[in-house]
């Protein structure tokens, strides 16, 4: 029933090394996928996003890739840092007619980067 | 600089006992949205406001309701909340409709005797 999924709950890598957060969908009619952070007790984030048409978006240490053929996501942060440490929600928006948009959110991951 | 506020952070009422969360935001947007989160779970979309246009998720139980009463301002009203309804409710906003990107507060965690 879960249209997007994050499947491994957490994380855990070492500052200065590469963090891979996967996300998988099964709904091929969602056409903008976006990344979304979360610290304790701040609700998420904005923090990358990438539209179906495109396979890579990049923002400094951030990197979004989408492989349509297999209905997969991953979020690259090189090198991590401790600040980056917090919850990552996957999210996917789907059309609900009449133009409008809504999100549909996956589990979440924690990452843990440690020093 | 708060752009989207939500009271209280955390709310404790009794099983049945009718309670309001409130969400309040500065960015003058035209959607307002609740989520409801429960543990260990997605974010699951409630109902949003289209200004004063209400839109109601199927699944979403009549127990809910909202209330928008100017563009800064959005409540969720629980009639008889039950045990199952302890969550973490999220408020949303996005300028419109077809934004991608939409804007979080911290969140009303709901606990329920």
């Known amino acids: 029933d879960q249209q997007v999924k994050q499947n491994s709950p957490s994380l855990s890598v070492q500052e200065g090394r590469i963090s891979i957060l996967n996300c998988d969908y099964t709904?091929?009619?969602?056409?903008?996928f976006l990344w979304y952070k979360k610290y304790p007790a701040e609700g998420p984030t904005f923090l990358i996003s990438?539209?179906?048409?495109?396979d890579k978006n990049e923002d400094g240490r951030f990197t979004v890739f989408l492989n349509k053929s297999a209905k997969h996501l991953s979020l690259h942060i090189v090198p991590s840092q401790p600040g980056d440490s917090a919850v990552y929600f996957c999210?996917?928006?789907?059309?609900f007619g009449g133009g409008s948009e809504k999100l549909v959110f996956g589990k979440g991951m924690k990452l843990t980067v440690n020093p | 600089d708060a752009m989207v506020i939500q009271n209280p952070r955390y709310q404790v009422t009794q099983f049945g006992k009718p309670v309001t969360l409130s969400c309040s935001q500065t960015?003058?947007?035209?959607?307002m949205y609740w989520y409801q989160q429960k543990s260990s779970q997605a974010p699951k979309l409630l109902f949003h406001?289209?200004?004063?246009?209400?839109?109601n998720e199927a699944d979403t139980p009549d127990n809910f309701q909202s209330r928008r009463p100017n563009t800064s301002f959005c409540f969720l009203d629980i009639r008889s909340p039950g045990l199952g309804d302890a969550a973490m409710y999220l408020c949303?906003?996005?300028?419109?409709?077809?934004?991608?990107?939409?804007?979080f507060g911290p969140g009303t965690r709901l606990l329920v005797l």
């Open positions: 999210a996917a928006m789907e059309e």
């Open positions: 709904n091929s009619m969602f056409d903008y």
């Open positions: 406001y289209y200004d004063k246009d209400f839109n």
């Open positions: 990438i539209s179906s048409i495109k």
């Open positions: 949303a906003t996005s300028r419109d409709p077809w934004e991608e990107t939409q804007y």
């Open positions: 960015l003058n947007h035209n959607v």
